[in-house]
């Protein structure tokens, strides 16, 4: 297992997923929705109702799909900390992640 690729704060490598991430309203949501569907190939409905619904619970539970798929080391509650303090970073970063290793 390894961790992820992409920075938690590095949104420079993809300006334009930052600039969506951070001043779109539901910009993390919808960035991590289109990430778990890219990834997972299910839909992304399922991944945005979760996360609006439940917040940073349904981030961490999205982010833990990712992490799964990846092999990318870390924890249920890492997430759910990662999500609650920044989910603007978050969201683009998976969204990053997802977008590098599935073209």
Request: proline share 5%; aromatic share 10%; glycine share 12%.
């Amino acid at each position: 297992m390894s961790g992820f690729n992409e920075e938690l704060f590095g949104c420079f490598s993809d300006c334009p997923v930052c600039l969506f991430g951070h001043f779109i309203p539901l910009g993390p949501c919808l960035l991590q929705a289109a990430a778990v569907d890219r990834a997972t190939g299910t839909g992304a409905i399922v991944p945005f109702i979760l996360v609006c619904c439940l917040c940073s619970i349904g981030g961490a539970i999205n982010r833990g799909r990712i992490r799964e798929i990846f092999a990318i080391r870390g924890g249920f509650i890492e997430d759910c900390c990662i999500w609650y303090c920044c989910c603007s970073c978050a969201g683009c970063q998976e969204y990053r992640e997802v977008k590098q290793r599935k073209p």
